[in-house]
């Protein structure tokens, strides 16, 4: 049997210095804060902008490599799969949505480490003939 599938990706701004706590078992978790942004036209055909803001972790080694790579104000890149929590608290039912994070693409430099090189890299663009696309049409 399949399972049903809960892979999400997002892009966005790092909104808080991310949080390296451990669990009770000596695992690295390493707790971010993703803000995205959203433009859309409102009733009078106008740009309203909307912010969602998405709680991410990241877990065990990959958590401690991470944790030197990013920082506040960083864009990046999160691939992962939904975790939806619920809790008691004070006699109230919570829940929330959490991202646990099988990729981090940093899309910005870290500021705190001007000489890092970026894991990520735009592809770029053209080809070998400059965009010069003459050559290939066979008429």
Known sequence: MFDDLRQVTITGGLTREPEMKRTNSGTAVLSLSVGSNQSRKNQNGEYENQSHYFEVKVWSKYAEMMETKLSKGM?????????????????????????????????????????????????????????????????
């Open 75 to 139: 864009k990046v890149m999160i691939t992962g799969d939904l975790d939806f929590q619920q809790w008691e608290q004070e006699g109230q039912k919570r829940s929330k949505i959490v991202i646990n994070a099988k990729q981090v693409k940093p899309l910005s430099k870290n500021e705190n480490q001007p000489n890092q090189q970026q894991s990520y890299q735009q592809p770029q663009q053209g080809n070998a003939n400059n965009g010069n696309f003459e050559d290939d049409i066979p008429f």
